[in-house]
């Protein structure tokens, strides 16, 4: 079974940053992507960015430029680096693990506020 704990969340002014780490644990195997979707209030969960298990990324168009998505092996670890926040990226963000034809995991969510 795999656990997914996600952190970093918060409230930031406009223009400024913040990195959500997600922490996996547990059987980790054939891991295919990983990536970080968000959901605001009152519309549905999209994806913002993925890296696969080669390193390939791609992002929502909405936050080209301005998040990187990473990952470090030996931790076990994604994280997703936002810069320049709007307040349209006000949501909750979630990790998510996907293992084809094994699980599609996800994490509880962090919140994350732009406002001045």
């Known amino acids: 079974q795999v656990q997914l704990v996600e952190s970093g969340g918060g409230l930031v002014q406009p223009g400024g940053s913040l990195r959500l780490s997600c922490a996996a644990s547990?059987?980790?195997?054939?891991?295919?992507?990983m990536g970080w979707y968000r959901q605001a209030p009152g519309k549905q969960r999209e994806l913002v960015a993925i890296?696969?298990?080669?390193?390939?990324?791609n992002y929502a168009d909405s936050v080209k430029g301005r998040f990187t998505i990473s990952s470090d092996n030996a931790k076990n670890t994604v994280y997703l680096q936002m810069n320049s926040l709007k307040p349209e990226d006000t949501a909750v963000y979630y990790c998510?693990?996907?293992?084809?034809?094994?699980?599609?995991?996800w994490g509880q969510g962090t919140q994350v506020t732009v406002s001045s």
């Open positions: 547990g059987s980790l195997f054939s891991i295919n992507a």
């Open positions: 890296i696969t298990s080669g390193g390939d990324t």
């Open positions: 998510n693990l996907f293992r084809r034809g094994v699980d599609d995991v």
